[in-house]
Nanobody, 123 residues
Framework: QVQLAESGGGLVQAGGSLRLSCAGSGLTFRWYAMAWFRQTPGKEREFVAATSRSGSTTSYADSVKGRFTISRDNAKNTVYLQMNSLKFEDTAVYSC????????????????WGQGTQVTVSS
């Protein structure tokens, strides 16, 4: 059974930093592209960042480019999202997702999802 478990969310002041982690189990992690998405009530899920299977290629939403960094450690079956210079509008539930062999910014293409972790940025 595939499981993706996020951690690291919380409450932070604007301008602060958080590091999210997503640990995968039940899958051959290195075969999967990984991504982070976020969602707020009443809005559609939004792409944040993605990384290729090896971690050599990354992509970001324009809204987080230069502030967020996605990385992965295949030996630990974990993907990370370092979030710096956080803004109020970054407040959301952040979820990681895994896609066999491919990646991209479309949530419907991803095979597995975590439960999500809440990030709240106070202004």
């Amino acid at each position: 059974q595939v499981q993706l478990a996020e951690s690291g969310g919380g409450l932070v002041q604007a301008g602060g930093s958080l590091r999210l982690s997503c640990a995968g189990s039940g899958l051959t992690f290195r075969w999967y592209a990984m991504a982070w998405f976020r969602q707020t009530p009443g809005k559609e899920r939004e792409f944040v960042a993605a990384t290729s299977r090896s971690g050599s290629t990354t992509s970001y939403a324009d809204s987080v480019k230069g502030r967020f960094t996605i990385s992965r450690d295949n030996a630990k079956n974990t993907v990370y999202l370092q979030m710096n210079s956080l803004k109020f509008e970054d407040t959301a539930v952040y979820s990681c997702a895994a896609k066999y062999y491919g990646g991209g910014d479309l949530p419907e293409r991803y095979d597995y999802w975590g439960q999500g972790t809440q990030v709240t940025v106070s202004s």
